[in-house]
C-alpha cells in the first residue's frame, strides 16, 4: 500500500520538530501539522520566554550587589510594555528560525490543527492525508481546578501577555513552574503571596533542596501560605479576592491570580478513539480536579496501535524539552534510521529557576534512602559564595551528594545558588558515567569557583 507520507507529526513543538528532522534526514516523506505557532511550549510559552523573564527579574540584585563593589547605579525603573514586547519579538523570530529548519530539512509544514480519523488517516485543513506512521507530539496544557470564579485566573500561557505589570500577584500551585514565576515576579518588584495546599515547595525534589529554596525564597520577600487552599474566586473593586481555607488567612486580594496547578496531555479532540491508542488516565489529586490522561507507550515510543506512536507531554514521562528533543530523535533513528534505540530516563538532570536557582540530577536523599537503606551517606556544604563577600547580600549556596556506602557511588547531585544549572549539567556527565566519591575527590577544582565545592566535600 501506498501512502502520502511515511511520517505524519502531529505538534511542532520541542518532540515533534525534533523527530521530523531526523526522520526526513533519513529520507523519510514527512509532514508536521501544527494548529499555533511553530516551537511549541518550550519556545513560545515556557522555558524560553520563562528564563528571559528571570534574567530581567536578576538586574534588581544586580544592581544592589553593584554597589558593594564600587559602582553607583542611578534610577531604576521597570518598563514593563518594553519587556514583554522584546519577549515576544525573541519569540516570534525563534519561532520563524523553526520554520526555516523545516524547510531546509525538506519536512512539510502543515499549519492547522491534525485529527487522527483512522491508524493510517490524518485529517487536516478539510482534507485527509495517508500516512505510514503517525507520531502524535502534541505535548500538553495547564489545567485549572474546577472551583467557583476560576475563570478570572490565568494560567503560565497568559503570563507572558499580561499588559501591565501587576502589584501584587497571588500563586497557587507550589510545582516548579509556581515557584519560578513567583522568583520572578518578586524580581521585577511584585509583591507575592504564593498559596499551597502542603508545607513545602517542589514536591519529589531533594528535602533540603526543598527548604533552602523556599527559605531563600521568603528571604527575597515572597509570602507562602501554607496548608492553605483557595475555595472561590470574586471580582472586586480592587481586583480578585480570594477565599481561602486551611492554615492561611481567610481571605486576600490580587489583582492577579496565576493558577500554576499542573498540566494535562493535550489528547482531547485528537481522535485517539478511531485507533486502538491505549491511555493511562490517573486522578489529579487535590479540590477540584479531574484525571490526566497520558498516551501508553513502551520504551520505543510506540504506542497500542503499532504504527503509532507519541513522544513528549504528552506521555507523561519526564515533561522537559531535553527529553521530548531525546525522544523524537530516538523514534526516528529506531524507525527511519535502522538503529533501534531508546532514551534512558535515567539520571535526567532538570532546574528549577527560582531565585534562587536549583538544580539536580539523579537521586534525593530520600529516594536514596528508601533504595539503600542506611547505606547512604550525605556530603553537604553551605556557604556564602564569593561574589557576596562584598555585596553585603544575604546570600548561600547549598551543595549535596548522595553517595551509596557499599559502591562509593555518586547517587545524586544538588545545588541550590547562583549558576546552579549550569555546574549541575556537567555533574550530569559525572553521574550517568558512574562515578563514585573517590573519582570527585580525585578531580582538582577550579579556584575561586562555586563548582569546586563538589570536588571538595567531605
Ligand atoms: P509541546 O512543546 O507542548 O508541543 C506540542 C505542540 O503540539 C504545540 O505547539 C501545540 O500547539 C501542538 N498541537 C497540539 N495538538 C495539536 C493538533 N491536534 N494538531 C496540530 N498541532 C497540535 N522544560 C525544560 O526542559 N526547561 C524549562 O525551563 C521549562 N520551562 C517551562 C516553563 C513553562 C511555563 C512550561 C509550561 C513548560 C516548561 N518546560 C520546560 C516544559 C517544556 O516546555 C515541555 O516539556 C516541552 O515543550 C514538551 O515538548 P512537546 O514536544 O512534548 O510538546
Known amino acids: 500500500m501506498t501512502f502520502d507520507y511515511d511520517l505524519f507529526v502531529i505538534g511542532a513543538g520541542s518532540g515533534g520538530l525534533a ?10 516523506k514527512v509532514a508536521i501539522a501544527e494548529q ?26 544586580l544592581f544592589d550587589a553593584a554597589a558593594g563593589y564600587g559602582w553607583q547605579v542611578g534610577e531604576r525603573k521597570l518598563d514593563w510594555q518594553h519587556l514583554v514586547g522584546v519577549i515576544d519579538k525573541e519569540v516570534n523570530r525563534l519561532s520563524h528560525l523553526h520554520i526555516g529548519f523545516l524547510e531546509r530539512a525538506g519536512v512539510e509544514l502543515i499549519p492547522h490543527r491534525a485529527t487522527i ?23 500538553g496544557r495547564p489545567i485549572k481546578p474546577d472551583i467557583p470564579g476560576m475563570e478570572y485566573a490565568i494560567t503560565s500561557n497568559e503570563m507572558f501577555h499580561l499588559k501591565e505589570q501587576p502589584k501584587h500577584i497571588a500563586i497557587v500551585g507550589a510545582g516548579y513552574i509556581g515557584v519560578e514565576f513567583a522568583s520572578i515576579m518578586r524580581g521585577l518588584g511584585c509583591e507575592v503571596t504564593q498559596i499551597m495546599r502542603k508545607d513545602l515547595i517542589l514536591y519529589g525534589f531533594d528535602k533540603d533542596i526543598r527548604h533552602e529554596i523556599q527559605n531563600g525564597m521568603t528571604h527575597h520577600g515572597i509570602k507562602f501560605l501554607t496548608n492553605t487552599l483557595v475555595t472561590q474566586i470574586e ?42 491508542v491505549d491511555v493511562i488516565s490517573t486522578p ?36 522537559l524539552t531535553p527529553v521530548a528533543i531525546g525522544e523524537g530523535r530516538a523514534f526516528a533513528d529506531t524507525e527511519f534510521g535502522n538503529n533501534k534505540r ?19 540530577v539523579g537521586m534525593s536523599e530520600e529516594d536514596a534512602q528508601a533504595e539503600y537503606g542506611d547505606d547512604v551517606t550525605c556530603y553537604r556544604a553551605r556557604f556564602r559564595p564569593l561574589f557576596h563577600s562584598l555585596t553585603g547580600l544575604d546570600e548561600k549556596t547549598l551543595v549535596k551528594l548522595v553517595v551509596d556506602n557499599k559502591t562509593d557511588k555518586v547517587l545524586g547531585a544538588h545545588m541550590v545558588g547562583e549558576n546552579s544549572a549550569e555546574v549541575i549539567q556537567g555533574m550530569a ?25 563538589f570536588v571538595t566535600l567531605r
Open 235 to 276: 471580582k472586586v473593586d480592587k481586583g480578585l479576592k480570594l477565599t481561602l481555607s486551611g492554615a492561611g488567612e481567610e481571605s486576600i486580594t490580587a489583582d492577579v491570580f496565576l493558577a500554576a496547578t499542573g498540566r494535562d496531555p493535550y489528547v482531547e479532540g485528537l481522535g485517539l478513539e478511531n485507533t486502538g
Open 284 to 319: 489529579a489529586d487535590g479540590l477540584g480536579y479531574s484525571t490526566r490522561s497520558a498516551i501508553a507507550v513502551n520504551e520505543f515510543s510506540q504506542t497500542s496501535e503499532p504504527n503509532i506512536f507519541a513522544v513528549g507531554d504528552c506521555t507523561d514521562r519526564i515533561n
Open 117 to 139: 480519523i483512522d491508524p493510517h488517516t490524518v485529517e487536516v485543513d478539510g482534507r485527509k492525508v495517508t500516512t505510514d506512521k503517525i507520531l502524535i507530539a502534541v505535548g
Open 36 to 61: 499555533d505557532l511553530v516551537g511549541g511550549t518550550c519556545v513560545i510559552r515556557g522555558c524560553i520566554p520563562k528564563k528571559l523573564m528571570v534574567y530581567s527579574s536578576h538586574f534588581p540584585q
Open 429 to 453: 556527565i559525572a553521574i550517568n558515567m558512574g562515578a563514585t566519591k573517590k573519582d570527585f575527590d580525585a578531580t582538582v577544582g577550579i579556584h575561586p569557583s562555586t563548582a569546586e565545592e
Open 342 to 360: 531508546s532514551l534512558s530516563h535515567q539520571n535526567v538532570p532538570s532546574a528549577v529557576f527560582s531565585t534562587p536557582e536549583a538544580a539536580t
Open 19 to 28: 523527530a521530523s528532522k531526523r526522520a526526513a534526514s533519513y529520507g523519510a
